[in-house]
């Protein structure tokens, strides 16, 4: 009584259309016609079969069960079991039947060859005979159609794609959406033999072309070549990854800002080199006296030799650069050739170090609302444990180690989030909370007494070294101040970190905004106190002297004392440690990676960077060095010395407080250093650029007279300057269009919150409405099995009341 069941897919031929566009892959109209036309088929198959059974087991209890008819069964887990019927209905929904099965793609795909060749010499699909194709009837409905049906469309699909030339093909295969390994195979398979690629190699291929293709494919190779050695130079390019899956994004955010601050240097670089460093040069001035020999000593000092190099301020010239000249027989000032171009090096000095720096502010500012926008998003988190562990693989990824890592990252990024949310059903009872209040009172007091203690030392010794009046060539004691510096970086943060011990925080993400704000105090007070020695003592006693190569050489060796600081740091602090641990006490194991205290110091590092741009244009080079280095010395360090925090936590917001850091107090308390330097510091007037004038400022007015004298087509470079440089006016008008912009960001936020309000609340009704939907479709179904059911009855009854009759009587 059974019949077989066949699905026919149908691809028809469209020559005719006349516009003669290809349906595209994402069209998923035909495959639900298909679907449906599966769902209609099956359901007259089986309500025909489910009549059949019915008259044969209506003997068995099919009587009994129309008592059932009053609700919906329940499964196992106290949900409601529907009919077979409302499960067809369910999976001929748009929503089950969005993923299309491989056999649609390549029937689609097939069709689509067969009108790219214009032949119609192939059998079509639709002809295929019934007793090929596979019966459905046992398989469900929301599965592949059949692997035999499938195999002979993947056989026509290959017949025609060996017909197509091979640009065809390629550009056939690249737009089929499947998996990597399906199109390596059909690629595969529809390639021509080998002699018979070779005769039509020889027979059709003229040598040109030959040439063009072997050509267009070195250079494709070529490029891919270059490619991958640009992604193996870039230090983050593998090593990020690694870190991420074996220590969490807690670690990974402070290389990921060692990486940020790569960029902000290497901005910062640019314009110093082409507009400064290369043009001065290019035009050296004339030396005053023979240069010192290199020692070695100069590498830590940053004196001798480097002195008198485009590395510092004295060395720049005050003149206007020209073309090389003759000198004239009268001695006097010598006259630029025809065609010479001048080059104001104070105007350029002092434009090129501010448009730096405003670059550099823009590009910060951008960086930390991109990096508020990626850690605060509108809406719940909700569902991304779901979206963890559903949506994070990666199917692009072949190989066996990147499969690896992208598994560990994959682990560690489940246990913070789990851990986060443990953390926040954790709540304390209101006498530990006390405790904790006392004891965190008490402990803020103590770190903030050895912040003063350190401030105090840094102050006194200051003083001692401008009072003993040392000279240039004493090369031990112009170390002394930088070293002491160091030492208190140093330290202070380790007594911050055995106190932290007594504070217990639950939260580890608390535990390093604590830590960050204690040693973020520390090196704002060392600082301030070091731009007071710099500008506000160390100018009056440097009279006869270049104050600025002064400055910028102590920030040389800030720079060059803090590195040698932290590579011991590292091997102290992490190696040793790590030998100690292991031989006295297993339990115990290797120390976790220390993220406030390395961000931290980070952060320092940048800070003297900008502050002694002004004073050397090359210090962001040293910087970049410097920042190369530490990344290869705390990556092998990290894997070698340090385990993963043994509290995993999730750094979400890590980054964002970084740069937020990064521009205020650095960015911001170097601008402000700078801009008093150039507005109120009288410049020596030995060297440097500026040393005819009051303040560096005066460059800019000095060419805007200049200009004034210049004549009248020039004029409005003056009223530029008058009305938007030395006015008040646009400062105002600046800070109203900021305030702007921020109270346009803020309603644009509440009006996305609002809208994400009505849109959960518009899923939720429509969940409802499609329960109220189901529920009515199943009743409709009872009700209908009730009729036919009572039909059935009444057709069979009858004859059993004439029989009980007959025997009564």
């Known amino acids: 009584m059974s019949r077989s ?53 209506l003997g068995a209890g099919a009587l009994g069960a129309s008592g059932s008819d009053r609700q919906a069964l329940l499964g196992p887990e106290g949900a409601p079991v529907y009919s077979t019927a409302t499960l067809r209905i369910l999976a001929s929904m748009p929503s089950r039947t969005i993923g299309r099965s491989r056999g649609a793609i390549i029937s689609q795909y097939y069709s689509r060859t067969v009108r790219l060749r214009r032949r119609a010499g192939r059998p079509q699909l639709r002809d295929v005979g019934r007793s090929a194709r596979p019966s459905l009837r046992l398989y469900d409905l929301e599965l592949d159609p059949a692997v035999l049906e499938e195999d002979e469309k993947q056989g026509l699909l290959v017949k025609e794609l060996q017909g197509l030339t091979v640009a065809q ?68 390019h593998y090593a990020l990854k690694r870190i991420g899956g074996q220590f969490g994004s807690s670690v990974l955010s402070y290389f990921l800002f060692l990486k940020t601050l790569l960029a902000f240097n290497t901005l910062l670089l640019l314009p110093l080199l082409a507009f400064i460093v290369a043009v001065q040069a290019a035009f050296p001035p004339a030396p005053s006296g023979s240069a010192p020999a290199f020692r070695g000593l100069e590498l830590l000092t940053g004196g001798g030799c480097f002195t008198h190099t485009v590395m510092y301020y004295g060395y720049y010239s005050n003149a206007t650069l020209n073309q090389p000249c003759a000198s004239p027989l009268d001695g006097g000032q010598c006259t630029p050739e025809a065609g010479g171009l001048p080059y104001n090096m104070p105007l350029a000095y002092l434009f090129t170090v501010g448009v730096a720096f405003f670059i550099t502010c823009i590009t910060l500012v951008y960086s930390m609302s991109r990096s508020f926008g990626e850690s605060y998003r509108v809406g719940s988190t909700s569902g ?14 072949t190989q066996k180690w990147a499969s690896r890592l992208q598994h560990d990252n994959i682990r560690t990024q489940l246990k913070e989030l789990l851990a986060e949310g443990q ?21 803020w007091l103590l770190c903030l007494g050895t912040t003063l203690v350190c401030s105090l030392a840094v102050y006194t010794f200051s003083e ?55 040693n973020l105090i520390l090196k704002v007070v060392i600082l301030g106190i070091l731009c007071y020695h710099w500008l506000g003592r160390r100018v009056g006693t440097l009279k006869d002297q270049c104050w ?57 590092g940048q800070t003297l960077t900008w502050l002694g741009v002004l004073f050397s244009p090359l210090l962001p080079a040293m910087q ?81 007279r200049h200009l004034e004298e210049a004549g009248p087509g020039v004029s409005w470079l003056p009223w530029i300057h008058r009305y938007l440089v030395e006015s008040a006016f646009p400062i105002y008008l600046a800070s109203a269009l900021l305030l702007a912009v921020i109270y346009l960001n803020i309603q644009v936020v509440k009006g996305q919150r609002k809208v994400i309000c009505l849109l959960k609340e518009q899923l939720s009704n429509e969940g409802e409405d499609k329960i109220f939907l189901i529920n009515k479709l199943q009743r409709v179904y009872e009700r209908k099995e009730r009729s036919r059911v009572g039909r059935t009855e009444e057709a069979v009854m009858p004859p059993a009341v004439f029989t009980d009759d007959w025997d009564a009587q």
Request: net charge positive; proline share 5%; with cysteine.
């Open 5 to 57: 069941l066949a699905f026919v897919l149908n691809v028809p031929e469209t020559p005719q259309d006349p516009e003669d566009q290809e349906p595209s892959p994402y069209d998923e109209s035909e495959v639900h016609d298909s679907f449906h036309q599966l769902i209609r088929e099956q359901s007259r198959w089986v309500a025909e079969e489910g009549l059949e059974l019915q008259h044969r087991a």
């Open 169 to 236: 093909r390629d550009h056939m295969l690249r737009g089929m959406p499947l998996s990597l390994a399906e199109k390596r195979c059909l690629r595969e398979e529809s390639r021509p033999p080998r002699g018979k690629r070779r005769a039509r190699g020889h027979g059709l291929l003229s040598c040109c072309s030959r040439l063009r293709e072997s050509c267009i494919l070195a250079s494709h190779n070529l490029g891919l070549v270059l490619l991958s050695g640009l992604q193996a130079l870039m230090p983050w």
């Open 384 to 397: 991304v444990h779901a979206i963890t562990v559903f949506c994070s693989w990666d199917y692009k990824v």
């Open 423 to 443: 953390l926040r059903q954790r709540p304390r009872r209101a006498c530990g909370r006390l405790q904790q209040g006392a004891v965190l009172g008490l402990v």
């Open 464 to 518: 001692l070294v401008i009072q003993s009046r040392v000279s240039a060539e004493q090369d031990g004691a112009l170390l002394a101040l930088p070293l002491v510096v160091c030492l208190l970086n140093l330290g202070a943060p380790y007594l911050f970190r055995v106190l932290a011990v007594l504070e217990r925080h639950d939260s580890p993400v608390l535990e390093v905004y604590v830590a960050i704000c204690r």
């Open 548 to 604: 600025e190569d002064f400055v910028g050489q102590e920030l040389y060796r800030l720079m060059v004392m803090d590195f040698i600081f932290t590579l011991l740091d590292t091997l102290l602090g992490e190696l040793v440690w790590r030998l100690i641990s292991e031989k006295r006490s297993q339990r115990k194991g290797k120390p976790e990676f220390d993220i406030a205290g390395n961000v931290l110091e980070l952060i320092y």
């Open 624 to 704: 970049i060095i410097k920042l190369l280095f530490l990344f290869y010395v705390k990556k092998t360090s990290l894997m070698a010395n340090c385990q993963a925090p043994r509290r995993p936590w999730k750094a979400s917001h890590m980054s964002t407080v970084f740069i937020s850091l990064l521009c205020f107090p650095s960015f911001l308390g170097a601008a402000v250093f700078l801009c008093y330097a150039i507005w109120q510091v009288k410049p020596s007037s030995i060297c440097g650029p500026f040393r005819t004038l009051d303040t560096m400022y005066e460059a800019g007015k000095v060419w805007v």
